[in-house]
């Protein structure tokens, strides 16, 4: 089984910056299709970014774009989400997830999920 576990998650201010990074044992991590999520109290859970197997495709939710930044590091199983210039509506429980469908925003198509790590961004 496919395990996943996110950090980097916390309390900033408005404006501020924050690293997570999701560690992927027991697979491939390079064989998957790797995104983030994210879900805010008494809404649904949504995209905000995914990256392909090796890193040469990314690809965006609308409200982050610009923003944050996607990466992987196949060496270290690890993918990464840079959050920068954090705005009050980024605040949500952060999600990464592994999948086999490239480009993929859907959160079906993703097979394996972590716990979540808690992002706050404070006024």
């Known amino acids: 089984q496919v395990q996943l576990v996110e950090s980097g998650g916390g309390l900033v201010q408005a404006g501020g910056s924050l690293r997570l990074s999701c560690v992927v044992s027991?697979?491939?991590?390079?064989?998957?299709?790797m995104g983030w999520f994210r879900q805010a109290p008494g809404k649904e859970r949504n995209f905000v970014a995914g990256?392909?197997?090796?890193?040469?495709?990314?690809n965006y939710s609308n409200s982050v774009k610009g923003r944050f930044t996607i990466s992987r590091d196949n060496t270290k199983n690890t993918l990464y989400l840079q959050m920068n210039n954090l705005k009050l509506d980024d605040t949500a429980v952060y999600y990464c997830?592994?999948?086999?469908?490239?480009?993929?925003?859907?959160?079906?198509?993703?097979?394996?999920w972590g716990q979540g790590t808690q992002v706050t961004v404070s006024s």
């Open positions: 997830a592994a999948g086999r469908l490239i480009n993929a925003i859907r959160s079906d198509a993703y097979e394996y």
């Open positions: 027991r697979g491939t991590f390079s064989r998957y299709q």
């Open positions: 990256i392909s197997w090796i890193g040469t495709t990314t």
